[in-house]
């Protein structure tokens, strides 16, 4: 979707004159942001905040501002890998073992955590985080590498 067709949809949910308020900008502007913008003559929006904030991200390389943005919103970024970067030159069965060791020792960082003490402490979730992390990027990159074809030893892919 275009991020005039996202805005468009958020602001259907709360309404225009809410979203200006809140915002402190025009009911104009507001409509124009769910608008296609362009360079066209017929086309009327404006650049909305989702495209400033990608085009801010791409200028800076900077990803925590995504990062930012999703802790706001009570989530967590989780950047999809460039497979094309890896080299995948291992079977199947291997891939997939080394995701459930990922697995293995993010359960072992919580069970290690909590059998200590009966608690998990800042340091300890900061493990936790990180042996997760490691396992949705792993996991990322092999989903990824299956819709590519890498393991398709027919060379069909889809």
């Known amino acids: 979707m275009d991020s005039c067709e996202i805005l468009k949809s958020a602001v259907e949910n709360v309404g225009v004159k809410k979203v200006a308020a809140e915002m402190r900008v025009s009911q104009s502007l ?3 942001w769910c608008e296609q913008a ?3 003559d017929d086309v009327s929006g404006a650049r909305n905040p989702l495209d400033r904030v990608e085009e801010l991200v791409a200028c800076t ?14 989530g967590y970024f989780v ?8 080299k995948i030159d291992a079977e199947f069965i291997a ?9 293995s020792e993010l359960l072992r960082a919580m069970s290690e955590s909590i059998s ?7 340091r300890e979730a900061v ?4 042996e997760w ?11 990824a590498a299956c819709e590519q074809g890498m393991f398709d030893k027919t060379g069909e892919k889809g």
């Open 116 to 122: 200590n003490d009966g608690r998990i402490d800042g």
């Open 38 to 40: 362009g360079e066209e």
């Open 30 to 32: 507001v409509y124009k």
């Open 79 to 86: 950047n999809n890998p460039d497979i094309r970067k890896q």
């Open 95 to 103: 891939h997939t073992q080394r995701m459930i060791q990922n697995f």
């Open 127 to 130: 493990k936790i985080r990180r």
């Open 133 to 143: 992390e490691d396992l949705k990027r792993y996991a990322e990159s092999f989903v």
């Open 61 to 74: 390389g900077c990803r925590k501002l995504v990062e930012w943005l999703c802790e706001r919103c009570d």
